[in-house]
C-alpha cells in the first residue's frame, strides 16, 4: 500500500517548501561563498555552529514535546490544545531569553578558547539569534503537530527567502559576515512573529470559564521532552561539534571546507527531510487508532522510494565532486572535494534517518533514541579529536561518517520493532537499486572527462538523471503515477 492521499498533499506542500528553501539556501551558500573569502565564510558558521551549542538550553525539547501531545489530543480533545500552545510557548520563551544572556556572557571566553578575537561580536549579537529561531522553530513544530503541512511549510519558505535576501544585501552593503549574520537574525523576527501569529489566530481558542488543563499533562509534556534535549544535545554533538574542533584544530578556513561540503549534502537531503516532517506525526496517529500495518506499509514505501534516490545521488556526488566545487565555488575551496566525497556516504545515512528518527519520537521511542543518539555522538566527539589532529578536515569528514552509521541502523532497529517493517521487502529493492546506481556511475564516470565548466557538468548531471529516471521507472522503484 502506497502513501495516502492527505499524506501525499501535506507532502506536496512540504516539499514545495523545503525547494523554495532550498534553492533560497543554495544561492545564499553560492553567493556567500563567492563575496567572502573561506575565512570569513567559515567564521561565519563557526559562529553558527558555536550557537547551536547555546540552542539545547533555548529550546529544551519543548517544541517538539508539546507538537507530538498536540497531535494527541487535537481529535479527541482540543480544548486542551490551547493550553498546551500556551503554557509550551511561555516556557520556550524563558529557556530561549536565559540562552542568550548565557552567549552573550560567554563571547569573550568562546572567542579566547578558539583563537579567533573576530568571532566575538558574532557571538555578542547571536544572543538576538538565539531568541527569535527558537521561535521560528516553535512555530514550525507546532504546526507539524497539527498535522498543518501549508502552514509549516510556508514558516520555512519565508526564513529562507528571508536569510537570502537580508544576508546578501548587507554582505554587498560592505558588512561582511557581522551583515550576513545580521541578515539571519532579521528573517528570524520577521518569521517568528509571523508564525506565532498564524498559530494564535488558527489555532488558539481561549479557554472557556473554568477550563483548566489537564492534571499532569504539562508535567508529562516536560517530561517527553527530556530524552527530546538529550536527543538534541546528542545532534549539537553529532552536526556542530566536529565544526567548532575543527576551528579548535585548525582554522576558519579549515571550517569554511567543512561547512560548505556539509551544506551541499543538506541541499541534496531535502526531498527526504520534506518526507521525514511529513511522516513523522502520522505513525504516531495510526499507531494510536489501531493501524500498525497500514503505518509499517507507509514506512516501507517511503524507506524503499528514498533509497531509490539516495544511494544512486551519493554516488552521483562522489563522482562529481571535484568539479562541481571547482567551477562553482572557485578553486580556492579545493580543499573541500574530498570532504564532500566522504560525506557522500553520509548522504544516504542521513536520508534513512530523515524518514525514520522523527518519527519515532511519535511512537513514544524518545528515550530509546536519545540513548543511542548520545552514544554515537559521544563516539563522534571522540573520533574528531583523535582524527583532526592526524587527517585535518577530513578526518572530522570520516568521524561523522563512522558515528552516524550507527546511529543509523538502530533507527533501523528501532522502527522494526515499533511497525513491524518487513526488511525482506526492503533489501530486494536494494539489489535493484544498486544495479541502477552503477549503470549511471558508468554513463557519469565517462563523460566527466568532457566537462570543462559548469554547463557540460549540469548536462552531464541531467543525462545521469535521465537514466537513473528511465531505470527506476522500468524497475518500479520509483511510483510516479502515485506521486502525482
Do not use: C
Not at 554587498?172 to 551583515?179: D, E, Q
Amino acid at each position: 500500500m502506497g502513501l495516502n492521499k492527505d499524506i501525499l498533499n501535506r507532502f506536496k506542500f512540504e516539499l514545495t517548501g523545503r525547494i523554495v528553501a532550498t534553492i533560497a539556501g543554495g544561492l545564499l551558500t553560492l553567493f556567500l561563498a563567492r563575496l567572502l573569502d573561506p575565512d570569513g565564510y567559515g567564521l561565519l558558521f563557526l559562529a553558527i555552529s558555536v550557537f547551536w551549542i547555546f540552542k539545547i538550553i533555548s529550546r529544551l525539547g519543548i517544541a517538539k514535546s508539546s507538537a507530538r501531545y498536540i497531535n494527541e489530543y487535537k481529535t479527541n480533545h482540543p480544548e486542551q490544545t490551547s493550553h498546551i500552545l500556551k503554557y509550551s510557548l511561555l516556557f520556550n520563551i524563558i529557556t530561549a531569553v536565559t540562552s542568550a544572556f548565557i552567549l552573550i556572557f560567554a563571547s569573550e571566553y568562546i572567542s579566547l578558547l578558539l583563537d579567533e578575537p573576530d568571532i566575538t561580536i558574532l557571538l555578542t549579537i547571536g544572543g538576538i539569534y538565539i531568541i527569535f529561531e527558537a521561535l521560528t522553530i516553535f512555530s514550525r513544530y507546532i504546526f507539524q503537530g497539527f498535522e498543518d503541512g501549508k502552514r509549516a511549510s510556508i514558516i520555512l519558505a519565508v526564513d529562507r527567502i528571508g536569510r537570502f535576501t537580508f544576508a546578501i544585501l548587507f554582505v554587498l552593503l560592505g558588512f561582511g559576515a557581522l551583515g550576513a549574520l545580521a541578515g539571519y537574525i532579521l528573517s528570524f523576527v520577521i518569521t517568528s512573529t509571523m508564525g506565532i501569529f498564524m498559530i494564535y489566530s488558527q489555532y488558539y481558542i481561549p479557554p472557556s470559564s473554568g477550563s483548566k488543563m489537564e492534571e499532569g499533562l504539562f508535567r508529562r509534556i516536560v517530561e517527553y521532552s527530556i530524552p527530546l534535549t538529550a536527543t538534541d544535545t546528542a545532534k549539537v554533538l553529532d552536526k556542530r561539534m566536529d565544526t567548532v574542533l575543527v576551528g579548535f584544530f585548525l582554522n576558519s578556513t579549515a571550517v569554511g571546507f567543512y561547512v560548505l561540503a556539509d551544506q551541499i549534502v543538506q541541499f541534496i537531503e531535502t526531498p527526504a527531510d520534506a518526507l521525514g516532517f511529513t511522516l513523522s506525526p502520522t505513525y504516531g496517529s495510526e499507531k494510536a487508532e489501531g493501524n500498525i500495518k497500514q503505518a509499517a506499509n507507509i514506512y516501507e514505501t517511503a524507506l524503499t522510494q528514498t533509497l531509490a534516490v539516495y544511494i544512486p545521488a551519493a554516488m552521483g556526488v562522489f563522482l562529481v565532486a571535484e568539479p562541481a566545487i571547482i567551477f562553482i565555488f572557485g578553486l580556492e575551496y579545493e580543499g573541500a572535494i574530498i570532504v564532500l566525497q566522504i560525506l557522500s556516504i553520509f548522504i544516504i545515512l542521513k536520508s534513512v534517518t530523515k524518514i525514520t528518527s522523527d518519527g519515532l519520537d511519535y511512537l513514544g521511542r524518545a528515550k530509546s533514541r536519545a540513548y543511542v543518539m548520545t552514544a554515537s555522538s559521544i563516539l563522534n566527539l571522540i573520533l574528531n579529536i583523535i582524527l583532526i589532529p592526524h587527517f585535518g578536515v577530513e578526518g572530522a569528514a570520516l568521524a561523522t561518517v563512522i558515528s552516524y552509521s550507527i546511529y543509523t541502523l538502530f533507527n533501523l532497529y528501532l522502527v522494526k520493532i515499533e511497525l513491524g517493517v518487513k526488511m525482506e521487502r526492503i533489501y530486494s529493492d536494494i539489489i535493484k537499486i544498486l544495479f541502477v546506481s552503477i549503470i549511471m556511475a558508468i554513463f557519469v564516470l565517462y563523460l566527466l572527462k568532457y566537462v570543462s565548466g559548469v554547463i557540460s557538468l549540469s548536462v552531464v548531471v541531467a543525462f545521469g538523471g535521465l537514466v537513473w529516471l528511465l531505470l527506476s521507472s522500468k524497475f518500479n522503484l520509483i511510483d510516479f503515477a502515485k506521486a502525482y
